[in-house]
């Protein structure tokens, strides 16, 4: 979710775990992984089930905001606010809202949070149950990166997206790593698709990732659809996901990869969180 297109390139290090299209069984099957059941083997280190009264902010001991209108090294067009417009507890589920107004000096707004220097997470499975929004020029993503981002600089401190959606394909996320030499449109990653053309904002899913020492897996409603290791990476490329990394939500409008908002895009559009959970072995 930083810098550069999402042209995916799971040729280059794809682990089939499945075809990366869940049938309505799968689906059958892990609406109960989606709702109650335990992470099996898991111990949880951390979450936020945002059970704050409606209308207030988010928990600043967990979270904080990043604000501004730079484009975040993707042409975005959006304004990040810490405003309760853009961002705020509903019914028990955080609602990150992007809305076609004049702010900053820019013609959207939204909102965008992240864990760093409050928490970080080298290994464990990472996971939230999310509702996307839907549309053209929409892009909403539940990510992470390295801690050290001030220092190493991106993408040496490696960003892992766990879900990234772009809105003219609505029922199909990505997951991708980005390190160095194999970032913007180089990154490395796979797509999964609900069958039948089932849409993804029409529903809450979960979206996970598990970081081991020498693997990353991905799952949607707890079944694992792709995975990468070191030795997968291209030729010479660096493994850059065995240190500590923060999580980050938004919802973007616009930029190089999802394209700009047209005349059949809706405003306002909701990111709806109902969880965000960290579990470790």
């Not at 992470?39 to 001991?61: A, I």
């Not at 464990?124 to 020029?137: D, H, L, M, S, T």
């Not at 999802?258 to 969180?273: K, L, R, W």
Request: charged share 20%; with cysteine.
């Amino acid at each position: 979710m930083i810098k550069g297109l999402r042209n995916i390139f799971a040729s280059v290090a794809l682990v089939p775990l499945f075809s990366g299209i869940l049938s309505a069984a799968d689906l059958t099957t892990n609406s109960t992984v989606e709702a109650d059941a335990p992470v099996v083997n898991l111990r949880l280190v951390w979450s936020d089930e945002f059970n704050q009264p409606d209308g207030s902010g988010v928990n600043l001991t967990k979270w904080s905001y990043e604000t501004g209108g730079n484009g975040w090294g993707n042409n975005e067009l959006e304004y990040y606010t810490d405003r309760t417009n853009n961002v705020r507890i509903e019914d028990g589920k955080l609602v990150i809202e992007a809305r076609s107004e004049n702010f900053g000096g820019k013609k959207y707004t939204s909102a965008r949070l992240l864990t760093k220097n409050k928490f970080s997470w080298t290994y464990g499975r990472f996971e939230a149950r999310i509702k996307i929004p839907r549309g053209q020029g929409i892009w909403p993503a539940f990510w992470m990166m390295g801690t050290n981002i001030g220092s190493a600089n991106w993408p040496t401190c490696g960003e892992i997206d766990i879900m990234e959606n772009i809105g003219k394909e609505p029922g199909t996320v990505h997951g991708t790593v980005h390190g160095p030499g194999y970032s913007g449109d180089a990154g490395i990653g796979g797509p999964a698709t609900l069958p039948d053309g089932a849409i993804m904002a029409d529903n809450f899913h979960v979206f996970a990732v598990d970081c081991e020492p020498d693997r990353i897996t991905w799952l949607l409603d707890g079944r694992p659809y792709f995975s990468i290791t070191p030795e997968r990476l291209p030729q010479n490329r660096r493994w850059v996901f065995d240190q500590p990394k923060f999580l980050l939500l938004n919802l973007a409008v616009g930029g190089g990869w999802p394209g700009y908002p047209d005349a059949t895009s809706t405003f306002p559009q909701q990111m709806i969180v109902d969880y965000v959970r960290v579990y470790e072995k």
